[in-house]
């Protein structure tokens, strides 16, 4: 099993569409947990952290459910700028500054 | 801006040759990464580094050797070249905890023919 799994989708929206990704993580005591934004033959750019309260930024918002040992990600008014690939990341307990990346999942927003 | 910056965005290289990686980052940042991304893999740690001249393995390590000399600037090598070395290489660095995450380098695509 994959430490950190997610849907590779493509997730195929209209503009104005609110769409959601799960990621499921294998080691309970995980500490950290992000969500990164990868554009096409691009490097991979940090969108936001996963806090236990949860966490919002503008349209964006990141849950953590450790109960289940899954994140979610929430995107709402999808624009077409938002068309990327959004990686699940992990800070593993055994490593202070070690990060678990998912494979990651496809968005595409149509006009 | 801070970055982090690899020599080259895209190399061919032939099977058997020795293949060395550049990443230099100016953010003064303790630890330094190699990572992998091949279709449908994700990411893969390759070698990584925590201070200068410090180095520990990853999870896919084989094939490959690392060098930090300076606190600034971490070198993927390949020994010897295979096809299926063939990838994304990316960089990254941190301050010294993950609670900033990763700065990535734009990526090298390596071809290995």
């Known amino acids: 099993r994959k430490e950190v799994e997610q849907d590779p989708g493509p997730f195929n929206v209209p503009e104005g569409a609110t769409v959601a990704f799960n990621c499921t993580y294998s080691n309970s005591a995980s500490q950290s947990f992000f969500w990164y934004r990868q554009d096409c033959r691009k490097e991979p750019k940090l969108l936001m952290s996963v806090y236990s309260s949860g966490n919002e930024d503008g349209r964006f918002t990141a849950q953590l459910n450790r109960a289940s040992q899954y994140i979610s990600l929430l995107i709402r008014d999808s624009k077409l700028s938002d068309s990327a690939t959004y990686l699940c990341v992990v800070n593993p307990m055994d490593s202070s500054y070690k990060l678990i990346f998912g494979s990651g999942t496809r968005l595409l927003v149509r006009p | 801006d801070v970055k982090v910056t690899q020599s080259s965005r895209y190399l061919v290289k032939r099977t058997g040759e020795k293949v060395f990686l550049e990443c230099v980052q100016d953010m003064d940042h303790e630890n330094m990464f190699w990572y992998r991304q091949d279709p449908g893999l994700g990411l893969r740690l390759i070698y990584f580094?925590?201070?200068?001249?410090?180095?520990e393995k990853g999870d896919i390590p084989e094939g490959y050797s690392v060098s930090r000399e300076k606190k600034e600037r971490f070198s993927l090598i390949l020994e010897s070249a295979s096809t299926n070395q063939t990838s994304m290489y990316l960089c990254a660095s941190n301050r010294g905890d993950v609670a900033g995450g990763y700065t990535f380098g734009s990526g090298t695509r390596l071809t290995v023919v």
């Open positions: 580094s925590y201070d200068v001249k410090m180095k």
